[in-house]
T-cell receptor
Framework: DAKTTQPTSMDCAEGRAANLPCNHS???????VYWYRQIHSQGPQYIIH???NNETNEMASLIITEDRKSSTLILPHATLRDTAVYYC?????????????FGAGTQVVVTP | DSGVTQTPKHLITATGQRVTLRCSPR?????VYWYQQSLDQGLQFLIQ???????AKGNILERFSAQQFPDLHSELNLSSLELGDSALYFC?????????????FGPGTRLTVL
């Protein structure tokens, strides 16, 4: 699986949009970009994933650049409950290997 | 709530002992994954089962073993426990076995080895 690079930490004001960048310059054509978050020792929570197109769900939006070498997770209106470690992961989208390879992630702190 | 359940929530035991962690996947999910999260290693993949069969192995020690039963629940057995095995153990499940399939995680079991 391609490696990802994320900032170590980010602060965000409550009510503002949080934009979390992720670089995955060695991503292959069949690799998906997944985002998870972990709130203080709880189980990782799935947020969103995409292959080429931008995606949006009730939690967040995922913007993938045209060359697919980077992506941005957008939390549109951050709340204090969004304080967590956010992980960007790329995975091969075939049947062969199901593991998730977690890096260090980005520690996001939402402040009042 | 992801729909994945894990028991027990907390486990405290002594070095040299053996413990069993249990995971029930979401209804309809055939794949179960086990991950370990320790302070110095982060989240590490241990092993995956799909419909009762071992599918993939990661950084799992020989002292550790797992199985998936016909009702699709899974157990992770840890034996000859050492202080360094203290960690959070997470189970995840997905419908199928592959890379485009979303994994949903349980709340974890916190293991403390004294």
């Amino acid at each position: 699986d391609a490696k990802t690079t994320q900032p170590t930490s980010m602060d965000c004001a409550e009510g503002r949009a949080a934009n979390l960048p992720c670089n995955h310059s060695t991503i292959s054509g069949n690799e998906y970009v997944y985002w998870y978050r972990q709130i203080h020792s709880q189980g990782p929570q799935y947020i969103i994933h995409g292959l080429k197109n931008n995606e949006t769900n009730e939690m967040a939006s995922l913007i993938i650049t045209e060359d697919r070498k980077s992506s941005t997770l957008i939390l549109p209106h951050a709340t204090l409950r969004d304080t967590a470690v956010y992980y960007c992961i790329v995975r091969v989208g075939d049947d062969s290997w199901g593991k998730l390879q977690f890096g260090a992630g980005t520690q996001v702190v939402v402040t009042p | 709530d992801s729909g994945v359940t894990q028991t027990p929530k907390h486990l405290i035991t002594a070095t040299g002992q053996r413990v069993t962690l249990r995971c029930s996947p979401r209804s309809g999910d055939l794949s179960v994954y086990w991950y370990q999260q320790s302070l110095d290693q982060g989240l590490q993949f241990l092993i995956q089962y799909y419909n009762g069969e071992e599918r993939a192995k990661g950084n799992i020690l020989e002292r550790f073993s797992a199985q998936q039963f016909p009702d699709l629940h899974s157990e992770l057995n840890l034996s000859s426990l050492e202080l360094g095995d203290s960690a959070l153990y997470f189970c995840a499940s997905s419908v199928e076995a592959g890379g485009a399939d979303t994994q949903y995680f349980g709340p974890g079991t916190r293991l403390t080895v004294l």
